[in-house]
Structure formats: C-alpha cells, structure tokens
C-alpha cells in the first residue's frame, strides 16, 4: 500500500499541475510537463490495487491523449480532471478510508486527504484547525509558490513548516534558497516520520530547516533584510500561526505579515500614486512643527463611539487643535467642529469618496506620500506630504529635501500617532479611537450592524468587559500601545488620553471623559 500511495501522490502532483498550466495558458509549461504526466500514470496502472479499472482509467487516458493531439488543450485538461482524476479519487478514497491512521503526538492529528497524502491538524481543547488542505494539499502548495516567488528574488525565509507540501513546492527551483523557521521542535519530528514530501526535501541542498525557539532567528534575519536591503523574501505559511503558542508572538507575527501584505497588494499603484504627489505637493509635514508643539491634540478616529461626543469639541479650547481622519473629516464639517486638519494615507481609488464634495474645504490636508493621487490633485486646500518609514522611494526622497519621515503602523491614526509625537505635541486625545465592534459596529455613523457574529477575537473594553473586535483592528491597538510605550521609555513630555466613549482598552492611555479632558486643557 506504501508504493501505490508514493505512485498514486506522484501522480496527483503532476496531472493537478499539468492541468493548472493548461487553465493558466501557460502552454510552454503544460508541453514540458505532459512526459512526467504520462509516465507517473503508466507506473500507477501497474499497481495491482487499480487492476479493477485500469480499464476505464485506460479509455479516459486514450480520450485525454486525443485531445491533446488534436490540439485541444482544454479538453485534454477536462478529460483529466473529471475523467482519469475523479476516477481514481473515487475508487482509492474508500480503499485508503480502511488504512488505519497513524498517531502523530500531542496536539495534533493525522488526516487523509483526497489525493492519498495526509494533512496535519492542530487541536487545542474543543478547536481544531487544519495545517494543509484535506482535499489537496499539493496545489495549496503551488497557490503558495505563487503567492510569494518574486523575480530576482533568490533566497526565502519560510516561517512555519507544517508538513512541507508548501516547501517542496518553492524548492523545486534548485537555484532557490529555502531556509524554513519552525519553534515546535515535534512538529517537525511529525514532519520527518510522517510527511509525504519529506523524502524529497530531505534531498534537496536547497532546503534548509531551522529549529527556531521564539522565531528569533527569523525575527534577527527579518531586521537584517530590512537593515541591508537584501533581495531576499520573507514568507509566511499562514496556518502555522495556529501553532505558536505564545500569543504575543502570534500577534507579532501577524503584524509583520500585514503590513508586508499591504504594501505587495497595493505596490504598483502605490509607486504610481508617489510619482504624482511628490510633483504636486511641494511642502512635507513636518513643516507644521511649530503650530503644534507644545499643543493639545485631538485625533479623531473613525470609531463608533465618535457619536457619543464629537459635538463637545465645539467648546474645545482656542490654542488646541484638531486633526481628524479622512474618515470622519465630512462628520467634523457637519458637526461644525472645524477641524484644524485633515489626514488621508490610502493608496486605493475609494479613498477620494472621503473629500468628494468638499474639494473646496480650506482645511489643510495631510496626506501620505503613496495617498491616491486624485486627493493632491483636486483638493484645493493646503496639503502637506507625509514620507513613509519602510518605503524606499519615501525614506530617499525625504532624505533629498531635508524632510522627516514617519512611522505607518499600516493605518491612518497609527500614522497620525507618530506624526504628533514627532511634532512634539503636548497631549494627544483620542476620539472615536474603538479599535473594536462597540455596540456591533465598525464605524461613527453607520446604522446598527451585527459585526460581533463575524469576529472569533474579543478583548477588554474600557470598562473591563469583554468586547468584539478584528485581527486588522487588534494590531492597530498593539501598535498603537508600543508607540505610546516607547515615547514614553524616550521620556517625552506627552500626555496620551483616551476620550472614546466605548471601544478596546488602549494600555498607556489614561481613560477620562471628553469634557474632563477639555476643561484641564
């Protein structure tokens, strides 16, 4: 059984990829591949457990060839997918189904797929989570390689191994460089014992699997590549996180990788959105350091909390300012609170939804330097340039005019956090900064909308109650808490106040109401 599992796998991974070439129109690539398809199925039907039909596997298989001889690729590829593939699966799925499954340790289980490979589960108490597809895990594998393999790009830093499927699949270029970082010291003892690709990756000069408590080689490696620019990719196998235990680490991790997700999806056009707003706004932000240092800020967020008391800031004080997101910045105008400034720091094309109507407005705009080029272009009034930590073309441009430049934090008021820290500002008071589902919803004017049946993830409240919430939005809260600690360790002279009336608690915060704040002002 042992043999017709490695000759039936061999099979599954050639045919699934041929088939995905085809779908692709990469023929060039479907062309090489056909001989290791053909030649993995004729060793297949050798094997006396498919003797009942090879018949009818034979017929598709004269049917595929047709096909494909006849140039007609897509039906070749239908051939082999609802044909020969289907058919085996069918017919092996209930012969390996009585195949007794081994155990592979604590915490973890052993599952067979649809393609005779097995897959890996983490179970924690009553949750369960799969490491790999348990339909294919081989073209799981193939989606992986293309999710990360970049051009020019000759060595990868993969954190989490799980059964190496995805591993195999990015080291079959021997002229890669896989290193692969994983803390569970016994899963990858479940891998070596029991994965279906660890014969071929044993074999591979090209791998290289690193046992790594805490990820701190990788967490070293990631800051070198940063430091030094090196042309090599950091990479995660996302199910993995299911398998760090340390939820810190799991956070941390999930932070990096967002924000490196960020930048990748939208990184064409935000060297297109660049190219514009360094022509069209002449002045950087920290131009405005003087008009507020040694101020009270308010930095209205888009929480929706906001609805509780952005009508207090009327009574604000007459030296303190106002710096609002784009997001509430149409809601400050309705409110007529007169907001002192503006910030908008997303590439994408519905961020012009936020100053539509209101090009006019004379309130000065903050703006990224990778922000949607429309927003510079039609805003008529004063617009300042933000330069990006992080973002090479940023961080060089700055350096040329003399500029600073500024921490991200991958959302707008994590931005607007470090551009009034850098500009030495007094006190920094949040509105409508919920970081969490208050009242089931995600932002300040919306109806009511039932977002806690979406969200797995709960934190503390200001109120020490337990609150729904998002990853995207539990990061920005970590951000935002390890700026504010580091300002802090710096020993600046800023007080961080947290006036929302709802929301995530925000360590280094001190929680108070809007109207006690503004009458200490």
Known sequence: MQEFRRRLQN???????????????????????????ISSLEALLQCQELQDVVAEITDCFTLFLTAYEDRDRILAADYMETGILR???????????????????????????????????????????????????????????????????????????????????????????????????????????????????????????????????????AQEIEEYKKMEQLCLYHPSLATIRDTHLRENMQTLFLQMDNANRWSNLMKINFSENVKRVPDGGDRLRENFAGKTVYLIAGGPSLDKNIHLLKERGENDLVLTVGTSLRRCIQEEIHPDYGIITDPKTAVYAQINGIQQSRIPLLLLSTAYLYLARDYEGEKYLLCQEGYEPAEEFAHKQGWQTFETGASVVTTALDFCIKMGVRRIVFLGLDLAFTGGRSHQGLKEKNMTAQSELYVTDIDGNEIPTSRNLNHYRLWIERRIARAKQEKLPIEFIDASEGGARVEGTVVQTLLRTMSES
């Open 87 to 221: 058919l085996l699966e069918d017919v092996t799925q209930q012969m390996l189904a009585e195949e007794p499954l081994p155990q592979a340790g604590e915490g973890y289980e052993l599952e067979m797929t649809s393609v005779s490979a097995y897959t890996l589960v983490r179970a924690v108490d009553v949750k369960r989570k799969y490491l790999h597809s348990n339909l294919n895990p081989f073209r799981e594998a193939e989606r992986f390689t293309e999710r990360w393999m970049k051009e020019g790009v000759g060595v990868y830093h993969v954190v989490g191994l799980g059964l190496g499927y995805h591993v195999e699949s990015l080291s079959r270029y021997p002229y890669l460089h896989v290193y692969v970082y994983e803390e569970d010291e016994e899963l990858i003892s479940i891998c070596q014992k029991y994965s279906d690709v660890w014969p071929i990756l044993e074999k591979r000069k090209n791998v290289h699997i690193v046992a790594d408590t805490g990820y701190e080689q990788f967490v070293r490696k």
């Open 11 to 37: 099979f599954y991974r050639f045919a699934y990829r041929w088939c995905d070439y085809i779908r692709a129109q990469q023929i060039s690539l479907s062309d090489n591949l056909l001989s290791a398809v």
